[in-house]
C-alpha cells in the first residue's frame, strides 16, 4: 500500500481574521466617539461598470458546469476602508486591503496619507498583525484624518 500524501491544513491561530475583528470594533469607537455624525466604513471593495460587465462575461463563459470554481476560495478578497459622513455627502478613502485568511495581506494606501505618515511605499505587504497595527496607527493619526474626522464631525 502507498504512502498517503495528502495534508489538511487547519488555519493557524495568526490569521488575518484579526485584522477583521479589529477594523470593526475601530468603527464603532469611531461612530460612538462622534455620536454616530462620522462613520469610518470597511466594506467589500466596490467595481466599476467595466469591471462588473468583465466579471460578468466571464461569469457567463464559466457557467458551462454546474460546479463553482474552488480557487475561488483562496482568492484574495479586496476591501476598502474609507471615512464617511452619516449623510455619505464626503469621503476619505484611506486604504485598500487584500486578504486570503492566512499572512500576508497587502495594503494600498492613499497616495496623500501614504506620504503625510511617512510610510515608504503605496504598497505594503503585512506579514502579521503587529505590522498592521503600526500602520493603521501612523495612518489614522495623521494630519489630514484627524482634520478630516473633525471637519465632518461640526457639520
Known sequence: MSENYWV???LPANNTSEIVVFLNDQINKL???????????????RISQLENITAQVAD?????SAAQDASTLYN????????TDKKKQYELAVFTLFLNEEYPAKMLIDNGLMKEAAI???????NQFSEFLEIY????????????IRKLNEM
Open 8 to 10: 489538511i491544513e487547519t
Open 137 to 148: 496607527k501612523k495612518i489614522i493619526q495623521s494630519h489630514k484624518v484627524t482634520y478630516v
Open 60 to 64: 457567463g463563459l464559466a457557467k458551462v
Open 31 to 45: 461612530k460612538e466617539m462622534t455620536s454616530g455624525k462620522v462613520i469610518a466604513v470597511f466594506e467589500p471593495r
Open 120 to 126: 515608504k511605499q503605496e504598497s505594503i505587504t503585512i
Open 76 to 83: 484574495r478578497k479586496q476591501y476598502e476602508y474609507y471615512i
